[in-house]
């Protein structure tokens, strides 16, 4: 059975700082790989995707992959209180391939 | 509008009842998928559906959930009858013929059975 585990958190880091979310996934075949933030009472919102190994910027977020470790983290940069959610990490098969296995998210609080 | 929408926000139902929840797709979008986030358990996916055709629905209570598309434009999940172990919120997402694996998810629908 695919898994993809990740801290459950709290994360507590003052604002500014970077915070550090990570996930690991057990199914080797995977390809894809989503963070979505999902703020108290809302849905998930897609933040970032990535494919490749290595790190994809898109503003003050970065997605790092290692697929070697099965691993996959979200880095995001002048922490800000607007980013206090919970973030989920997905993993599929890759295009082509319709589910996405979810995290059960690590809650994260940026404290002013 | 580039948005999933989904009726009802909100609904409170006594065990027993049926319980409809409807889901628009973001236009264009040909693959629709149904989840029940609960604290528990986080985000499952129930069943999902490419082309209105049903492709699994193997996370979803055959007794009592159904799943449908009638058209293009529109998602169906029901329940008959509810219990209250189906409070939960219920999240319909969609994704694009070209990025399968990218979802969208609309605002949900929170469910309550008492």
């Known amino acids: 059975q695919k898994e993809v585990e990740q801290n459950s958190g709290p994360l507590s880091v003052p604002e500014g700082a970077i915070a550090s979310l990570n996930c690991t996934y057990s199914?080797?075949?995977?390809?894809?790989f989503f963070w979505y933030r999902q703020y108290s009472g809302k849905s998930p919102e897609l933040i970032m995707f990535i494919y490749s190994n290595g790190d994809k910027e898109d503003g003050r977020f970065t997605a790092q992959l290692n697929k070697a470790s099965q691993y996959v983290s979200l880095l995001i940069r002048d922490s800000q209180p607007s980013d206090s959610a919970t973030y989920l990490c997905?993993?599929?098969?890759?295009?082509?391939?319709?589910?996405?296995?979810f995290g059960k998210g690590t809650k994260l609080s940026v404290i002013p | 509008d580039a948005r999933v929408t989904q009726t009802p926000r909100h609904k409170v139902t006594e065990m027993g009842q049926e319980v409809t929840m409807r889901c628009q797709p973001i236009?264009?979008?040909?693959?629709v998928f149904w989840y029940r986030q609960t604290m528990m358990q986080g985000l499952e996916l129930l069943a999902y559906f490419r082309n209105r055709a049903p492709l699994d629905d193997s996370g979803m209570p055959k007794d009592r959930f159904s799943a449908e598309m009638p058209d293009a434009t529109l998602a169906t999940l029901k329940i008959q009858p509810s219990e209250p172990r189906d409070s939960a919120v219920y999240f319909c997402?969609?994704?694009?013929?070209?990025?399968?694996?990218?979802?969208?998810f609309g605002p949900g629908t929170r469910l309550t059975v008492l």
């Open positions: 997905a993993v599929s098969s890759g295009a082509g391939s319709y589910q996405l296995t």
């Open positions: 236009l264009g979008h040909n693959t």
């Open positions: 997402a969609s994704a694009g013929q070209l990025s399968t694996d990218t979802q969208y």
């Open positions: 199914d080797r075949g995977s390809q894809s």
